[in-house]
């Protein structure tokens, strides 16, 4: 049975251009958690070293990933859309370390043997899928001291929990609904630590000075504790 939301993000891939060859400091690779071009901190948010494996959990067209890949990791990404696992093939050839998978974050997380370093985030499936879903498989899939991090817009107040996203299809189509999660940064971290991380923060990155938008960026970290039963 096709997933619906496979669909609805085929049809969001359409109107996403691709990355910049370069960033403003001329790299052709780089990680960026905000919506914004060159905002922000990078890949340091996740604490790995060349060679240690990191997971993105809705990779879109690889952008994140293949800098991961750049930088000696062995980066391994899952996304339901076809044509944004296209992209990332055609843009990343030449990737050495980048693995790609089509499928459902938790489908993914619950049925693979891979213990990672680091698991990730960027406006993708964590925001879309439900945390007591999803949590308990980021923190198995995750070795003790292990980093989870999640990017996402902040939420609208007293629009809490599980919200509509309707995405265009079009003028002559109804658009494509996909469900997500907002909640308050002290929410995130109270959720985080019920599911067995031992350390969480959450902050909101303000937009740069010079954009017109105004929407900052929900930026929320976590580690796992030592104790594989936490």
Known sequence: MTDARS?????????????????????TTWFNWTQYADHG??????SVKPGESVLDLGCGSGGNLAHLAATGMRAVGI???????????????DADGMELHRGDAVSYLSK?????????????????????SLLPQVHRGLKPGGVFALSQRPPVEGCYGCQASYIPRGDDQDPAIVKRWDYEPDIWCALLKEYGFGEATATVIPAPSHEKRTIGTLLV??????????
């Open 41 to 46: 901190p990078g890949a340091e948010v996740l």
């Open 221 to 230: 970290r976590a580690v796992r504790g030592d104790d594989p039963q936490t």
């Open 7 to 27: 669909a609805a993000w085929d049809t969001y891939s359409q109107s996403k251009p691709q990355r910049r060859q370069t960033n403003a400091r001329g790299e």
């Open 79 to 93: 996304d339901l859309s076809p044509a944004q696992l296209t992209k990332a093939h055609e843009r990343w050839p």
């Open 112 to 132: 693979t043997y891979t213990i990672f370093d680091a698991v990730y985030s960027v406006f993708g499936a964590a925001w879309f899928t439900d945390p007591g």
